[in-house]
């Protein structure tokens, strides 16, 4: 059985720090493109950050460049999400997902398995 399991959101003061965790089980993670998206309330999930299979390549969407960064450990199975200088607008239930995609893709559409999503709150 495939499982993501994201940790480490919650409750934030604008200009915070936040570091989510992904923990895999059930795939080779190494073989799996890993993802970051997010959903604010009311709002379509929108792609956050991408790093391909060996995790020498990334990327980060303008909305959150320069402010987050992504990585993943291979040997824990497990990809994380650093977000620094938070902002009320970063508010939104954050999703970790795999892919069999080589390069890194920002459509939801070609991620196969999803987390349960977690929490972040950042408030003004």
């Known amino acids: 059985q495939v499982k993501l399991v994201e940790s480490g959101g919650g409750l934030v003061q604008a200009g915070g720090s936040l570091r989510l965790s992904c923990a895999a089980s059930?795939?080779?993670?190494?073989?799996?493109?890993m993802g970051w998206f997010r959903q604010p309330l009311g709002k379509e999930r929108e792609f956050v950050a991408g790093?391909?299979?060996?995790?020498?390549?990334?990327y980060i969407a303008d909305a959150v460049k320069g402010r987050f960064t992504i990585a993943r450990d291979n040997a824990k199975n497990t990809v994380y999400l650093q977000m620094n200088s938070l902002k009320p607008e970063d508010t939104a239930v954050y999703y970790c997902a795999a892919s069999w995609s080589v390069s890194i893709s920002r459509t939801p559409q070609e991620y196969y398995y999803w987390g349960q999503g977690i929490q972040v709150a950042v408030s003004s």
């Open positions: 790093i391909n299979r060996d995790g020498d390549s990334i």
């Open positions: 059930g795939i080779t993670f190494s073989r799996y493109a």
